[in-house]
Nanobody, 122 residues
Framework: VQLQAFGGGLVQAGGFLRLSCAAA????????MGWFRQAPGKEHEFAAA????????YYTDSVKGRFTISRDYAKNTVYLQMNSLKPDDTAVYYC????????????????WGQGTQVTVSS
């Protein structure tokens, strides 16, 4: 499954961005999908995920209430609406698909897209 992420950029603290990720596979609507991020000098971390059955959403604590993950099944696309951005949100954001979600932070995807840079200035 090929994943193509879009929407990164430079924004001031308090601003917003919307990331999108299109999956190039007809069966992608059957996949769990999510976003991970890696900040400079830090480990890769889970950000958000959405299940393919029922659209259940999962978030890491630091983004709850600010980020919203959603998906368009017809377009095989997952979105990450990021509001009230903070400098700590600066990272490369990676789209992921497939695998199992066993709770927030417990998502092991099978497929990865290229990253998109998000930079939040203070």
């Amino acid at each position: 499954v090929q994943l193509q992420a879009f929407g990164g950029g430079l924004v001031q603290a308090g601003g917003f961005l919307r990331l999108s990720c299109a999956a190039a596979a007809r069966t992608a609507s059957n996949y769990n999908m999510g976003w991970f991020r890696q900040a400079p000098g830090k480990e890769h971390e889970f950000a958000a995920a959405i299940s393919w059955i029922g659209g259940t959403t999962y978030y890491t604590d630091s983004v709850k209430g600010r980020f919203t993950i959603s998906r368009d099944y017809a377009k095989n696309t997952v979105y990450l609406q990021m509001n009230s951005l903070k400098p700590d949100d600066t990272a490369v954001y990676y789209c992921a698909a497939g695998g199992n979600i066993r709770g927030s932070g417990n998502y092991y995807p099978n497929y990865w897209g290229q990253g998109t840079q998000v930079t939040v200035s203070s």
